[in-house]
């Protein structure tokens, strides 16, 4: 009995862990908006864009709102990870055409002011035009009369989608200025889910009286669509079960998962046919598999996937191609990231073998596979801080991303598979973060009232 008592002690500290706070010692107080830097060696290096000072003339959009959307351009460009963006200097605006929209680029003289593209906004009648040159290439890409509302929520998204457009253009790769992320907010004793554009803004409530929810998770969608679902977990029954819900307005949760005992920290593979998840039905927390439609919901029984004695299982995360998982156990002693192949039903447990990732530090949570099948970000404390860390599954190195002060935890891949976001906690608050392999620096993207926690980039099936 006593065994079995800090068991489950033991399962609930590291439910905390993973899901809340570090299980290393607190940190010294500091500033919450201190930099937050990446330490990575950079994949790709950016190359230098400018962006011309919008021409606005149009009547019924002041200059003062015209800024604020070219605010926003120049956030998507300059954090694209591809791209970073020139100062401007009175050469470069000369040359840039101020006031002349149609005046010819020279590539030799754009190449001596350091520029690789050129890109010139001009907004009239409420539509915006854009020319973006490309020196090196001499390509030139219009793009035409998009409309605009006036209304800032409504035309930021819409100089989000210009910034893919551009991004596509130059990289053939779409870009993830159009993204989106999910989120939980944390206040007193309520914890609820949110959904925000990539960057922090127009910031919407998704759940209403949930009973306290965590680990939010899009479902991945049908090809050439959109993400029309998410799963969280939540306490309304006292216990922990996983729903799924429409991001839909004023759409009501549907619970998933009816075992007995608490279920925790779900992942659903990208071919959206199965969910993972930890339940501790058993006596033990372990890891199950449910077959899933998103149509239909939970299909069969779960089934019992990987399980150690005395051990405890925690945040799966699966492959691209839905055929391997990794999850966090503390089988060898503390809890490291460990991955396998997903089992077929019925194989027994004894057949099943799970092969160490995280090798560099004693205590490391949270697993997230990149799309692309390379990379899986987790965190681990590092030198007493959690911190967020890259495995490459091509070179099997593990690289710490950041460092600095704060618990950096949850990591989540956008769909390029080179922007990650991030909750980080210090000095009392939790923010968000932005980060890509190819910046040094990242970007806090969140603030105001409450803890903000378990951020999940909105994925995409092209």
């Given at each position: ?36 830097i990446v330490r990575l ?109 006036g209304i800032l929520s ?96 004023g759409a009501q949760p ?209």
């Open positions: 009995m006593r065994d079995d008592h800090l068991r489950k002690l033991f399962f609930i500290c590291l439910m905390i862990n993973c899901l809340w706070i570090s299980f290393s010692h607190a940190v010294g107080s500091g500033e919450n908006d201190a930099p937050i060696a950079t994949e790709t290096q950016r190359l230098p864009l400018y962006l011309s000072r919008f021409i606005c003339n149009d009547g019924s959009l002041d200059s003062a709102y015209c800024a604020k959307l070219e605010n926003i351009l120049q956030f998507d460009l300059d954090f694209n990870g591809m791209t970073y963006l020139l100062k401007p200097t009175n050469e470069r605006e000369k040359l840039g055409g101020a006031g002349n929209f149609d005046k010819s680029l020279s590539a030799e003289e754009w190449r001596a002011l350091g520029a690789y593209y050129v890109v010139k906004v001009q907004i009239e009648n409420k539509k915006l035009s854009a020319h973006l040159y490309a020196v090196n290439g001499e390509m030139a890409k219009s793009i035409d009369d998009l409309p605009l509302t409504r035309d930021r998204r819409q100089i989000h989608q210009l910034a893919d457009t551009i991004h596509k253009a130059l990289f053939d790769k779409e870009g993830i200025a159009s993204t989106h992320i999910i989120y939980t907010i944390k206040n007193q004793s309520a914890s609820e889910v949110w959904e925000a554009d990539y960057d922090g803004e127009n910031r919407r409530r998704l759940t209403l009286d949930s009973g306290y929810a965590i680990t939010p998770a899009y479902v991945p969608p049908k090809p050439s669509h959109s993400s029309g679902s998410f799963l969280f977990v939540s306490y309304k029954t006292g216990q922990p079960k996983i729903y799924y819900q429409s991001l839909s307005e549907n619970r998933l998962t009816y075992l007995k005992g608490n279920q925790l920290m779900p992942a659903i593979s990208r071919q959206r046919d199965k969910l993972a998840f930890i339940s501790d039905i058993t006596g033990n927390p372990d890891l199950f598999i449910q077959l899933f439609s998103p149509e239909t919901g939970a299909i069969g029984k779960p089934y019992q996937i990987f399980a150690t004695h005395l051990a405890t299982q925690g945040t799966p995360t699966f492959s691209p191609d839905g055929k391997k998982i990794a999850f966090v156990s503390n089988k060898d002693g503390a809890p490291r990231i460990y991955m396998m192949d997903v089992p077929a039903p019925g194989t027994s447990l004894k057949d099943i073998k799970a092969r160490l990732v995280s090798k560099r530090n004693q205590e490391s949570t949270a697993p997230a596979w990149s799309p692309d099948g390379t990379k899986i970000a987790y965190c681990s404390i590092t030198s007493g801080v959690r911190q967020i860390w890259v495995y490459d599954l091509t070179t099997r190195e593990e690289r710490q991303l950041t460092q600095g002060m704060g618990n950096k935890e949850n990591p989540s891949w956008a769909p390029n598979s080179l922007h990650l976001a991030f909750n980080s906690s210090d000095a009392g608050a939790c923010e968000l973060y932005l980060a890509n392999l190819n910046q040094a620096n990242t970007i806090k993207i969140s603030s105001g009232v409450g803890e903000k926690r378990f951020p999940s980039w909105e994925p995409r099936n092209q």
